[in-house]
């Protein structure tokens, strides 16, 4: 699909790619508890779809920056991806 230039892209839109993904947390593992690292590095191999991907990849999304709350509540929700999805 092509668009206009004047167009923009709404960023929730937009899929991204379990690559994509890997690479942000790769850039987000110092800030994670090990734990939750090693789990998502191990769903990662799974077959996901693409609701769950896009989920993943926001929620690190600036993980690195968040306030310890904030953290702990990203923390939680990717934890409940895990559960729900099979790691």
Known sequence: MLRRLNE??????????????????????????AHLYFQLEELLNWSLEQEVVNQLYALLKKYDVLTDIEREERNISIQMLIDENGA
């Open 8 to 33: 923009t892209v709404d960023p929730s839109t937009v899929d991204h790619s379990i690559e994509d993904v890997s690479r942000r947390l790769e850039r987000q593992s110092q800030c994670m508890p």
